[in-house]
């Protein structure tokens, strides 16, 4: 990679600051256009649909999902871990990129922590509702009840209740931390009244004196510091949801790393996804250019390239250890009755990524925008394969079963779709979704 | 209170304007600027912040008493075995008590850098002016105890770094 003073412009249009506060302010204010009010209707009706299916399963019972004795973790399980892998970008952009002092991540890391969030959100209401019963709900936080009895520390699945609290809280107030100065940017340039009260509640006072630029810097320099162990920390503890079992598939020490890979992976597609479309339809091509496109796109060549050399790695340990049933596990996922999602997988996974090769392809935006859909279409399949092929072979014969969804199932997983959305589409209407202040430090003739 | 700030369009001859004032021993009372300028705190002499150790007292804080915590909930408050695991059971609460270190590390300097700027929800600091949220840069000095000469003095330093205004404010 060239030295970042040698490259281009980061940003293109020969901006001053200016113009980078108005092409960021002008869309808070400006009325959203027909594509917004579509998207937001479909979203939210999406929402709507996976909210009244959350409300019959929790009224009806776990029942009416399609999981069994056997395959007890379904979609549940499978989109808890998609949605918390796609949650992994937005604090790798920030953290872990500005600690290495990538400049580039100032034009997406704002929205891609704001992605970070919603994407947490989804999942953290999967486990929720697998429970069946909310009320189960107060099971998993250690405070003083009356039933005397703790919850487990021994356990990955409470592990897996802090990591993930802990990851959204932190990501939280990283991401509003770095909101504070351009929504001071935003108060100062509202006209009416009640929009510039609103905005200086949330912008809490900021002014821009250089002590507080200076707190700032090294607030968000130690945030990032703390946030870089956490997100590795976050998808190391999910892999221990299955990899501390005894289950054949899941009893794997490769696990954290490929996950912690896997879940940058989707993560990346799905920022992609967001800002290919987020550009064109709010103007950001200036911002958010080709070359913001290519460099995700090398981020997505190197963490494919490690997920699609752990499921080699996977395949080569399960011969190479000689335990008939992990060797039977692997062989059953590839030729078994679920080959079809291994295929899927392996072809979204490790194949296409590495057409990326290919810097034409590298710099199509029509085919980073297919390829950032097939690849989080693939790790979803990773998901699945993981979770219910490892279970559908129990070590019993008579317990062997086979596990669809239900129509219940599906539609809350469309219903988090929506969710999702709707929270982006918000976000992008009310808030900077460019990080103006950081972008306007990259620019030449400031 | 007399105020006079100097305005800047261009961040180098900002940090001109703040040097020469600083050579000339004049006191800056404050600078606003639309993003973190490197090399101003060196130039106004801001002290290095001391907000990482807030960090760190908190990670320590939430590293020992997380730690803490669980070995009381599994030896003192209702010891079970679990899997065949020794009560203190070391190993298994690493991963919670590193999510308890890094939440209040995260939280300690937030709310420090919070409360030591001022900062939060209906915080009312004196916004001098709009425009340096935008794209000028606003340096401020506090003229209340300084004599025609020396206001004089301040006036043309801004002049000779380029200020592009000038404002008073009593």
Known sequence: MSDISTREELIQGNKDLKTITDDVFNPIVA???KFWFAGLLLAASAALIGVISIVLTVWKGIGIWGVNKTIGWGWGITNFVWWVGIGHAGTFISAILLLFRQKWRTSINRSAEAMTIFAVICAGLFP??????????????????????????????????????????????????GLIPDLGTVRDRMKTKFKKAFYRLLSFGWTGSAKHWQRFEIVSFTLAGLAAPLVLSVHTIVSFDFATSVIPGWHTTIFPPYFVAGAIFSGFAMVLTLMIVARKTMNLQDYITINHIELMNKII?????????????????????????????????????????????????????????????????????LMSIVINVGMWFERFVIIVTSLHRDYLPSSWEMYKPTIIEVLIF????????????????????????????????? | MKLI??????????????????????????????????????????????????AFIGGAFGAISGFLFQAWVFTRAYPIKIGGKPFL??????????????????????????????????????????????????????????????????????????????????
């Not at chain 1, 250690?142 to 990591?163: G, H, I, Q």
């Not at chain 2, 404050?30 to 705190?41: A, E, K, R, T, W």
């Open chain 1, 31 to 33: 009325k959203p256009n």
């Open chain 1, 128 to 177: 929720l509702i697998h429970m069946g019963r909310l009320l189960l709900g107060f099971f998993i936080l250690p405070y003083p009840n009356t039933r005397d009895v703790w919850v487990n520390f021994n356990s990955p699945l409470l592990w897996d209740v802090f990591a993930i609290t802990t990851y959204l809280l932190v990501s939280l107030v990283f991401w509003y931390v």
């Open chain 1, 301 to 369: 060549i190197l963490t494919g390239s490690i997920v699609g050399i752990a499921y080699l790695t996977e395949l080569f340990i399960a011969w190479y250890s000689g335990v008939e049933y992990e060797l039977f596990a692997f062989v059953n996922r590839a030729t078994g009755p679920y080959w079809w999602a291994y295929w899927i997988m392996m072809t979204c996974n490790v194949v296409s990524p590495q057409l990326f090769w290919f810097k034409k392809l590298r710099r199509s935006i029509w085919f980073t925008f």
């Open chain 1, 414 to 446: 469309v219903g988090t779709l929506g969710i999702f959305f709707t929270l982006f589409l918000l976000f992008v209407r009310f808030f900077p979704v460019i990080a103006m202040a950081e972008v306007k430090t990259t620019i030449k003739n400031k």
């Open chain 2, 5 to 54: 700030s100097g305005y800047f369009n261009k961040e180098a001859s900002l940090l001109e304007a703040v040097k020469s004032l600083r050579a000339n021993n004049i006191k800056i009372k404050d600078v606003f600027s639309p993003y973190p300028v490197h090399g101003l705190d060196q130039a106004m002499g801001l002290r290095r912040s001391w907000l990482p150790r807030a």
């Open chain 2, 89 to 170: 059971a070391t190993p298994s609460f690493i991963p919670v008590t590193f999510e308890f270190a890094v939440l209040f590390a995260a939280f300690s300097i937030v709310f420090a850098y919070l409360l030591k700027s001022n900062l939060g929800v209906g915080a009312n600091n004196k916004i001098y002016d709009e425009r340096a949220t935008d794209d000028r840069f606003v340096v401020v000095l506090d003229t209340s105890n300084v004599d025609e000469q020396e206001a004089e003095k301040i006036k043309s330093k801004f002049e000779e770094t380029g200020a592009e205004g000038i404002k008073y404010e009593e």
